[in-house]
């Protein structure tokens, strides 16, 4: 499916309050998310769906994990629980 009608659906579907991959627009029951292993193994978080990760550069992924990353930590209460930017970075550089 092309990025124009994933974007495209994105907009129309609602979403009930699920999350969206921040590129297409899509929520994540309509489309399928990138699991981004950090750490040990220990641990994941998806920011992008499957699509959107096959189709940008390594620069750009890291742009919307830095953002989504910025963002849980402003938004969270127990940051405690989340990854080191070190460590996110260090598996998306690695195309994990």
């Not at 994540?28 to 950090?38: P, V």
């Not at 096959?54 to 890291?62: A, D, G, K, P």
């Amino acid at each position: 499916m092309s990025f124009a009608l994933r974007r495209s659906l994105g907009f129309l579907l609602p979403h009930f309050g699920y999350a969206r991959c921040p590129r297409c627009r899509r929520p994540w029951y309509a489309a399928k998310r990138h699991n981004t292993w950090y750490g040990q193994g220990s641990g994941f978080c998806f920011v992008l769906c499957e699509s959107c990760w096959q189709e940008i550069s390594l620069s750009e992924r890291l742009w919307y994990y830095e953002s989504s990353w910025d963002r849980w930590m402003r938004e969270t209460r127990k940051p405690d629980n989340l990854p080191s930017w070190t460590e996110l970075k260090v598996a998306v550089l690695g195309g994990k």
